[in-house]
T-cell receptor
Framework: RKEVEQDPGPFNVPEGATVAFNCTYS??????FFWYRQDCRKEPKLLMS???SGNEDGRFTAQLNRASQYISLLIRDSKLSDSATYLC????????????FGKGTRLSVIA | DTGVSQDPRHKITKRGQNVTFRCDPI?????LYWYRQTLGQGPEFLTY????????KSRLLSDRFSAERPKGSFSTLEIQRTEQGDSAMYLC??????????????FGEGSRLTVL
């Protein structure tokens, strides 16, 4: 089983739709979790951290389910500019090892 | 611009040649990472440095790959005897890590390698 798994998509949604991505991780002792966004032919950039209690940033909500070992990202009222690849990122148990990236989920928001 | 910079942005080489990439991190960042990304995949970890010390190397990093960060500032990634399978985007990232804070990674725009 891969350390971090994501549905690659693509998810094609109309503007204004709500879309959710899930990501599962294999190591139950993983400490920290993030969502990064990567535009086509660009570098990844941090979208948001994922906290145990769940967190929201505008139209974006991230949640962590430690029991089931998955994190989720919910995007409400999708915009054309949300079209990108969303990368799930996990830090391994020791906290000193680098971030492990999933393959990413591609989102296309259509007018 | 005080972000992470990488050079060259594009490199085309023939199989068997050596190539070297340079990364200049954000100046106050103590950690520097190298990742490799191919089409349709997420970034795969290669190696990272805390200041000048190389703390971890992935099993992906064969003996043809070597990375240095001699003064704890810029870093180089050298690939010797390149193979077609080395064709990828090589991403450098840096972060400021303190006790209790793993630090956000800031990526450079990458160095795209094509091995013919």
């Amino acid at each position: 089983r891969k350390e971090v798994e994501q549905d690659p998509g693509p998810f094609n949604v109309p503007e204004g739709a709500t879309v959710a991505f899930n990501c599962t991780y294999s190591n139950s002792a993983s400490q920290s979790f993030f969502w990064y966004r990567q535009d086509c032919r660009k570098e990844p950039k941090l979208l948001m951290s994922v906290y145990s209690s769940g967190n929201e940033d505008g139209r974006f909500t991230a949640q962590l389910n430690r029991a089931s070992q998955y994190i989720s990202l919910l995007i409400r009222d999708s915009k054309l500019s949300d079209s990108a690849t969303y990368l799930c990122v996990v830090i391994a148990p020791s906290g000193n090892t680098p971030l492990v990236f999933g393959k990413g989920t591609r989102l296309s928001v259509i007018a | 611009d005080t972000g992470v910079s990488q050079d060259p942005r594009h490199k085309i080489t023939k199989r068997g040649q050596n190539v070297t990439f340079r990364c200049d991190p954000i100046s106050e960042h103590n950690r520097l990472y190298w990742y490799r990304q191919t089409l349709g995949q997420g970034p795969e970890f290669l190696t990272y440095f805390q200041n000048e010390a190389q703390l971890e190397k992935s099993r992906l990093l064969s003996d043809r790959f070597s990375a240095e960060r001699p003064k704890g500032s810029f870093s180089t990634l050298e690939i010797q005897r390149t193979e077609q399978g080395d064709s990828a985007m090589y991403l450098c990232a840096s972060s400021l890590v303190t006790i209790g804070n793993t630090g956000e990674l800031f990526f450079g725009e990458g160095s795209r390698l094509t091995v013919l």
